[in-house]
């Protein structure tokens, strides 16, 4: 009967492309095609912030926990429990190499003919933003596993033979496909939509993979050119809706709602997640923010508020050792940016002998109220407003995030030239930032590595990819070690590196893929 039914069509029926969903025949013919492609690419990095972003903090120099959730046990007691059956290391991997498959087709389909572009400068405009994401994909893979598989086409058939690279082969890979970005990119960030990516984001990350290269003076060179001659800027004076809050300063002020992306006026901002509330392409239920916020509505008389920054789980505790790296005038660390003052709010559930608007005073020898409920909260990840839709847990973040930030730019451009031997001009990078904060000077002296990873941890912390920092610059044991007494002794040499998840190794039936040394 279906042969019958096929039969009896015109060519031309058995041709027309399907009008209700999207398929490569139909999706990749013009411009909009490719950009709602492309958003995906954005939607994939966005999911970096829910729940597997736990790794990037707990069981590193920052980050422990006195109520983990049990799935992320593994990295704060270390041994064997982290191994090539992990589920972390598997959606890490997992996700980097099926967007890396998307992004090969993208590339591919861009180079046909026939393609409707709204402009002649459209065609390359999509594969530099595709090269970007590709080598932001494959960066990630070689800081996490060290030698990586490259992959830079599209194939329409399984393949069983892939071979692990060198790290150094696949940096360049990367510098490839970013330095194609950088030069195609718009630069023009005002005319941009709020969170695309910009030719200065694509520097950004170039000039982090040129460390790795060990190529230091054009690290440098690239951060200079984001520094001088892009339209970013740090901020360095209180500005948008909350600047005549007396317990503010500019440094929370890059993070209120309404103050983050670059066209709320935050020059410092290189590139946005977009997961504003009803904005296009947001999205919500951003679990990094549940994970890093205590969890003070544990405590009778504390309800979930905008005060309060929204439902906390009190999963990821700030070590003491990192809590410690803030001088006392560093506006960064205090009460502003690491919230350790509450008050009761929840007028109808009051304890006997308190009032509304009191003052929370809890034992503080009790391990649950101390390093879950009411440990210093980082407020980057402020809900924003409550009550705007989402569950009563209240889990949407729902404000925007950033990404890159010209503060970390100056870091990078420091670490550049600390490693070209050139600590004096480091120090001046520093400076810049450290100065911006309230915190004194330093002197070329004072500038070696751990130094620069304290800086970026004060700068930095819940933004970062910790995990991802001390594994690119070869530090992760020795700085676990030192500031995180619940992990250090778990922790080996080993796991300066994630496994390889075993599926991959015993699927590539045609080739052999290492595991990682000690797994």
């Known amino acids: 009967m279906l042969i019958g039914a096929f039969s009896s069509c015109s060519e031309d029926e058995l041709n027309e492309l399907p009008k209700d969903s999207l398929a490569v025949e139909n999706l990749y013919v013009s411009t909009d095609g490719f950009l709602a492609a492309l958003n995906d690419m954005y939607h994939v990095i966005r999911r970096e912030y829910n729940f597997y972003y736990s790794a990037q903090l707990q069981g590193t120099d920052l980050g422990w926990s006195n109520f983990p959730e049990p799935r992320s046990q593994k990295f704060l007691d270390y041994g064997d429990n982290l191994n090539a059956e992990d589920e972390f290391s598997l959606e890490y991997y997992r996700r980097s190499y099926g967007a890396i498959a998307q992004l090969n087709l993208i590339i591919q389909e861009a180079e046909k003919e026939d393609i409707e572009w709204d402009s002649p400068e459209d065609k390359v405009k999509v594969i530099a933003e595709a090269r970007f994401f590709r080598a932001?994909?494959?960066?990630?893979?070689?800081?996490?596993?060290?030698?990586?598989?490259?992959?830079e086409e599209?194939?329409?058939v399984p393949k069983f033979d892939f071979v692990r690279s060198p790290k150094k082969q696949v940096l360049q890979s990367v510098k490839e496909d970013l330095i194609f970005a950088s030069a195609n990119l718009p630069c023009d960030v005002a005319s941009l939509p709020s969170g695309r990516l910009s030719c200065w984001a694509a520097k950004h990350l170039l000039s982090e993979v040129y460390i790795g290269l060990g190529e230091y003076d054009l690290a440098a060179t690239t951060a200079n050119d984001i520094i001088n001659n892009s339209p970013h800027k740090l901020m360095k004076t209180?500005?948008?809706?909350?600047?005549?809050?007396?317990?503010g300063d500019v440094f929370r002020d890059l993070f209120r709602e309404g103050n983050i992306d670059y066209n709320d006026g935050n020059l410092e901002t290189i590139w946005v997640m977009e997961?504003?509330?009803?904005?296009?392409?947001?999205t919500g239920g951003m679990w990094a923010r549940r994970q890093i916020q205590a969890f003070s509505s544990n405590f009778l008389g504390i309800t979930v508020a905008d005060s309060t920054g929204g439902r906390g789980v009190g999963r990821i505790t700030p070590t003491q050792a990192f809590l410690d790296l803030y001088e006392p005038n560093d506006i960064r660390g205090q009460e502003s940016n690491f919230k350790r003052t509450w008050y009761y709010n929840d007028i109808d559930n009051l304890p006997p002998g308190v009032n509304y608007g009191d003052k929370v005073v809890y034992d503080e020898t009790d391990p649950w109220l101390k390093n879950t409920v009411f440990y210093p909260s980082c407020t980057k990840w402020d809900f924003g407003v409550i009550g705007r839709g989402g569950s009563w847990t209240?889990?949407?973040a729902d404000k925007d995030f950033p990404k890159y930030r010209l503060s970390e730019t100056y870091l990078l451009l420091a670490e550049a030239q600390h490693l070209a031997g050139n600590n004096e001009e480091a120090k001046n990078a520093l400076n810049e930032v450290r100065l911006r904060a309230g915190a004194s000077a330093i002197t070329a002296g004072d500038v070696d590595m751990d130094f620069?990873?304290?800086?970026?941890?004060?700068?930095?912390?819940?933004?970062?990819?910790?995990?991802?920092?001390?594994?690119r610059t070869g530090m992760f044991v020795d700085r676990v070690k030192a500031m995180n007494p619940q992990a250090a002794p778990g922790v080996s040499e080993k796991h300066a590196l994630f496994p390889i998840p075993q599926i991959v190794i015993d699927t590539n039936v045609d080739a052999e893929i290492a595991q990682n040394p000690g797994y």
Do not use: C, W
């Open 136 to 151: 932001y994909h494959h960066n990630k893979m070689s800081s996490l596993y060290g030698d990586a598989i490259i992959v």
């Open 154 to 156: 599209y194939y329409t």
């Open 238 to 247: 209180r500005f948008g809706p909350e600047v005549d809050n007396p317990k």
């Open 275 to 282: 997961q504003q509330y009803q904005e296009p392409g947001g």
């Open 394 to 396: 209240h889990i949407d």
């Open 452 to 471: 620069i990873l304290d800086e970026r941890a004060r700068e930095l912390y819940a933004e970062e990819d910790r995990r991802l920092t001390l594994y």
